[in-house]
């Protein structure tokens, strides 16, 4: 069974920072481009980050704040969040794609984790 699972969501206070994984079974995902997404309370699912064999993409929102890297020994994407603002709070998701055209078309996407919650908020 193909799976993601996304760890490392809470409450942190602005200005903080926290590091998301998404770590996959059943397939390797070195082969894979692994993009985050996030979706807010009546908003939009929005591409966050992603990361492909060799190239890293970020939405204007995050670049400079968000950094995103991978551990294929360890089948693992992480996404380092620092200088957190309360507009970030929303659910994370990973997604792995095998061949990507546009970077954050959900639908090229075939793998979903379940989400991990990022609250912002003092």
């Known amino acids: 069974q193909l799976t993601l699972v996304e760890s490392g969501g809470g409450l942190v206070q602005p200005g903080g920072s926290l590091r998301l994984s998404c770590t996959a079974s059943?397939?390797?995902?070195?082969?894979?481009?692994i993009g985050w997404f996030r979706q807010a309370p009546g908003k939009e699912r929005e591409g966050v980050s992603c990361?492909?064999?060799?190239?890293?993409d970020y939405a204007d929102s995050v670049k400079g704040r968000f950094t995103i890297s991978r551990d294929n020994s360890k089948n693992t994407v992480y996404l380092q969040m620092n200088s957190l603002k309360p507009e970030d709070t929303a659910v994370f998701y990973c997604?792995?794609?095998?061949?990507?055209?546009?970077?954050?078309?959900?639908?090229?996407?075939?793998?979903w984790g379940q989400g991990t919650q990022v609250t912002v908020s003092s």
């Open positions: 059943g397939f390797n995902s070195a082969y894979y481009s």
């Open positions: 997604a792995a794609a095998r061949f990507l055209q546009y970077v954050y078309a959900a639908n090229e996407y075939a793998y």
């Open positions: 990361i492909g064999p060799s190239t890293t």
